[in-house]
C-alpha cells in the first residue's frame, strides 16, 4: 500500500511537470498495484481506485485526448456512484464539465456542472457551490447569455465574499466586468475591472 503511494506521489509530480506520458505509465502501474492488494475493503477499493480514474482522465485532458479523459472520468464516476461518494462526484462532474466546455459542447458542460452543484447544495457545501456557479457563467457566456452570465457569476461571488476568498472575487468581478461591457454597460464594466484590479494589486 505504502509502495502504491509512492508511485501515484511520482505519478502527480510528473503530471505537474508535464511529462503526460510517465504521469499515465505511472498511474497506470498504481492502479494496477492498487488492485492487488487486499487490505482494504470493497468500498475503500473503489474509492482510491476512482481517484486514480480521474486523474489518468486529467492526464488525457491535458493532452487533449478527449475521448479517453471521458472514459477514464466515467469509470471513475461509476466506482463513485457505487460507493455513494458524494463529494467525489461531484468533483468528477465538475471535471466533466470542464472537458465539455473545451470542447464547446455548452450543454453537456452545462448538464455536467448542474449536477456538481446539485450535489454541493444537496451536501450543504456552501464553499464548493461557487466553482460550478463560475464555471456555469463561463458557459452562458460563451453562449452571450449575459443576463444568465451574470445571475450566475452574482451567486459566485456572494459565496466569496462571505467565505473571504479574495483571490476568486477578483476573477468574478473580471467575469461581471466582461459581461458589462459586452453589454455595453461601460460604467458598470469599469467599475467591476476596478475591484478585480484593487484585489490583484493588493495580492500583488
Not at 509502495?3 to 501515484?8: K, L, S, W
Not at 491535458?62 to 467525489?88: F, G, K, M, P, V
Amino acid at each position: 500500500a505504502e509502495f502504491v503511494g509512492v508511485v501515484d506521489d511520482i505519478a502527480k509530480r510528473q503530471f505537474l511537470l508535464n511529462q503526460y506520458s510517465a504521469a499515465e505509465a505511472s498511474y497506470q502501474q498504481a492502479l494496477s498495484l492498487h488492485m492487488g492488494l487486499t487490505i482494504h475493503d470493497e468500498r475503500q477499493k473503489a474509492v482510491l481506485s476512482a481517484g486514480i480514474y480521474h486523474q489518468l482522465g486529467m492526464v488525457a485532458q491535458h493532452q487533449r485526448r478527449w475521448a479517453q479523459a471521458e472514459r477514464y472520468y466515467l469509470q471513475a464516476l461509476e466506482l463513485l456512484i457505487t460507493t455513494n461518494s458524494l463529494y467525489n462526484q461531484a468533483c468528477t462532474y465538475h471535471q466533466l464539465g470542464m472537458l465539455a466546455q473545451e470542447q464547446r459542447q455548452w450543454e453537456q458542460a452545462e448538464r455536467y456542472y448542474q449536477q456538481a452543484l446539485d450535489i454541493f447544495i444537496t451536501t450543504n457545501d456552501r464553499y464548493s457551490q461557487a466553482s460550478p456557479y463560475h464555471q456555469l457563467a463561463r458557459v452562458a457566456e460563451e453562449q452571450r447569455q449575459w443576463e444568465k452570465a451574470e445571475r450566475y457569476y452574482q451567486q459566485a461571488l456572494e459565496i466569496c465574499i462571505a467565505f473571504d476568498d479574495r483571490h476568486d472575487q477578483a476573477r468574478i468581478y473580471n467575469g461581471l466586468g466582461r459581461v458589462a461591457q459586452e453589454q455595453q454597460q461601460r460604467e458598470q464594466a469599469e467599475r467591476y475591472y476596478q475591484q478585480a484590479l484593487e484585489i490583484y494589486i493588493t495580492f500583488d
